[in-house]
């Protein structure tokens, strides 16, 4: 799937504190001082609070055991070989394991892969790279041009920032090519125009990046050319939130559209044709592009269009448009109630697409039988699972899947139009179900909607018993069921340490997220955030009336927009709720939008500097709803230093208001790596075994 909507991984680094808004602050705040991201003063704060959780939590005579058994599961070297793309006849795919923590970036034959026998070439060693030019190199993706596949362009992040470099590779020398192209460390947006030129958003100095801290504008750049010299070719406003270009190969013809994002969530699309004419696209601004197929657009709307409903996939030819004729639409697919779209791929004559069903996993075929005539076909998976859609070839009817649940070890299938799927590579029990269940529930939340969760329990453990509740809840983001040990958003294997040891783990698909369709990120959207919490609320209170769990016997976790959702829990019902997991947290929501990538994000929760927006933002806005003589649960906080996406302020500022109201609280902030969990094995097992450790002090033997 290619979505054209903006994405968070395109945002400017912002070194020192809020970018120059420091007059913006509230004159109240006496921590503004934290939002200092290398400030001498701030750093001190930071070592002092992670030194003095360090030595409690690292201290536990479980933390060590805790810590080695996560390494051992999330570097073992039996794990699927995803394929990260497929460039023509071949496969790429990154591979990490314990003796390559950064990762092999390798290819082989795609006809080997599918039969489940690749032989692998290695293209680049990111930790040999790293160890020879004294970095610490994070892969970013590679952008490989069409249709030799010869040159790509790699990116490589310094710690796992947002920011990174970009350098042209020759995959057939597997080597960086002598006076390439190079684009210097920042965060860069870069498209290949052709052999000789580049589509590229980045700073390219006063008054080239919109608020939220993206590319203004799009710029040409041509081989053997300064890179001052590159061309603008498109530009949008300040008050946008980015603009660039993607292309898309519809066979052998490349497709570019020029995207400009005025909000999260609406966009003017244009499409740029072969003699550089900018052509606005007849699609309405909330809809994504997914894909082309045989010269079509296909996208997927988000609001009713026409007769089209929300949530529903339409196509249109792209040629029309050039030749300015009037776009004739028809409908691709459009889902049930109980169904979401996910993910849509194009191969060569069909489309894959990934569905929700009840937020289980299904994978469909699309194939156009004439004029507004799409058949469907389904591909028979395994059923009540979570379905990923890894890859699709755009050259043959052939994709690849990958299909786990809660307890199922995932297996990679190969799909291909006119044959029944065939698992290609299955991954061995990690750990011992046999004594598990897995089930889905529905609480109903405060005004009567039906929230589903996933429980995860032992067999031989009656209620009630201690229980962690993962959610998110946000930017139409589905929760899926994974396997219980390689999802460092959810804290690694630490969901397992909690099983096994007697407790109940909780995936909760509350609204905000993507898990029904636009319906149900729209349900929670701006002034309707309260939805979200409640939905939270109910879950909670749904363990406690089942008998699986008790008030305050309840931990809540949470990432980033996720950790904005466990911070209002910790505020809005101390009485429910023992012990709260906050990841790279929002909790200053006064502030968000004047910090790093905040301002992108006021298409979901409204614009804190208006009065309107601020009456509903600052009834659940953690940082400020905090205060005195509550019963609130002991938090565990974590962040990153060079987060270069969320702000550490936040929680900084937090865990200050907490000490200064004279509540405790565990800290802990890594000084290397950004937003993305998932780089550095180690950090994350380390993070599992301080989150274990947690949560057996303030849940599982309360009154330590």
Not at 4 to 26: D, K, R
Not at 63 to 72: G, I, P, Q, V
Not at 266 to 293: C, F, K, M, W
């Amino acid at each position: 799937m290619l979505k054209l909507q903006y994405v968070l991984p395109f945002v400017m680094i912002l070194s020192g504190c809020a970018a120059g808004h420091q007059l913006e602050a509230a004159a109240d705040d006496p921590h503004l001082w934290l939002e200092e991201v290398q400030g001498p003063r701030a750093l001190a704060q930071v070592e002092t609070w992670n030194a003095a959780s360090a030595r409690v939590l690292e201290a536990e005579p479980g933390f060590a055991t805790y810590r080695e058994r996560a390494l051992d599961l999330l570097e073992d070297d039996e794990r699927i070989a995803h394929p990260d793309q497929i460039i023509g006849e071949r496969v790429l795919n990154l591979w990490q394991d314990a003796a390559n923590p950064r990762g092999l970036w390798r290819i082989a034959a795609l006809h080997e892969f599918a039969a489940g026998r690749p032989q692998w070439r290695t293209l680049i060693d990111l930790d040999a790279l790293g160890r020879e030019e004294g970095k610490s190199w994070v892969w970013h993706g590679a952008d490989c041009l069409a249709p030799e596949y010869r040159r790509c362009m790699v990116a490589l992040s310094d710690g796992g920032t947002d920011a990174d470099v970009v350098r042209e590779f020759d995959l057939q020398a597997s080597a960086f090519v002598r006076d390439g192209f190079v684009l210097p460390e920042g965060k860069n947006r870069v498209t290949w125009a052709g052999p000789d030129a580049l589509y590229i958003g980045r700073d390219w100095g006063e008054g080239s990046l919109t608020t939220s801290g993206y590319p203004r504008t799009v710029r040409m750049w041509r081989r053997d050319t300064p890179l001052a010299s590159a061309q603008e070719i498109a530009a949008g406003e300040a008050s946008d939130v980015s603009i660039g270009v993607n292309r898309i190969e519809d066979g052998d013809t490349p497709r570019f559209v020029l995207n400009r994002a005025m909000s999260f969530y609406t966009s003017q699309v244009s499409h740029i044709a072969p003699d550089g004419r900018i052509v606005a696209s007849p699609l309405p601004e909330d809809a994504e592009i997914q894909d082309v197929l045989d010269g079509r657009v296909i996208a997927l709307i988000n609001k009713d269009f026409g007769s089209f409903p929300a949530g529903s996939l339409v196509a249109y030819p792209i040629e029309d448009v050039l030749a300015g004729r009037p776009a004739q639409f028809e409908q691709v697919f459009v889902p049930t109630q109980s169904q979401a779209l996910e993910e849509v791929r194009a191969g060569a004559s069909l489309l894959w697409v990934k569905l929700l069903d009840d937020v289980s996993g299904r994978l469909v075929a699309l194939l156009r039988t004439g004029p507004g005539q799409w058949e469907q076909q389904p591909v028979a998976l395994p059923d009540n699972a979570t379905v990923h859609l890894d890859a699709a070839a755009g050259r043959r009817d052939l994709a690849f899947a990958t299909v786990e649940g809660m307890l199922t070890p995932p297996a990679l299938y190969a799909v291909e139009r006119g044959s029944a799927p065939r698992a290609i590579q299955s991954l061995p029990a990690r750990f011992n179900a046999s004594n598990m269940r897995v089930e889905q529930r529905f609480a109903t939340s405060t005004d009567g909607t039906k929230v589903p969760y996933f429980l995860v329990i032992r067999k031989d453990v009656t209620g009630p018993v201690p229980a962690l509740v993962h959610a998110y809840g946000g930017f139409r983001a589905a929760q899926t069921p994974t396997y219980l040990v390689d999802q460092p958003y959810r804290g690694g294997p630490a969901g397992l340490f909690w099983v096994e040891e007697g407790n109940a783990f909780v995936l909760a698909n509350l609204r905000g997220g993507g898990e029904y369709g636009p319906r149900w990120h729209d349900a929670a959207l701006r002034e309707k955030r309260q939805n979200a919490f409640d939905d939270l609320h109910a879950v909670a209170e749904d363990l406690i009336a089942s008998g699986i769990s008790a008030p305050k016997q309840i931990g809540v976790s949470g990432r980033s927009n996720g950790g904005l959702l466990v911070g209002v829990a910790m505020t809005q019902r101390p009485d429910l709720y023992g012990a709260v997991v906050m990841g790279s947290p929002l909790l200053d929501m006064k502030r968000y939008s004047h910090l790093l990538a905040g301002a992108s994000w006021m298409g979901e929760y409204g614009d804190p500097d208006v009065p309107s927006d601020w009456a509903f933002i600052r009834e659940y806005s953690p940082y400020q709803k905090l205060s005195e003589g509550e019963d609130y649960p002991v938090p565990f906080i974590y962040t990153s230093t060079l987060d270069d996406r969320v702000h550490p302020g936040h929680a900084r500022k937090f865990a200050a208001r907490l000490k200064q109201m004279g509540y405790p609280f565990y800290y802990a902030e890594a000084i290397e790596g950004g937003h993305a969990a998932g780089a550095d094995r180690q950090a994350d097992a380390t993070r599992a075994a301080m989150i274990a450790t947690y949560l057996n002090r303030i849940l599982a033997e309360p009154g330590r």
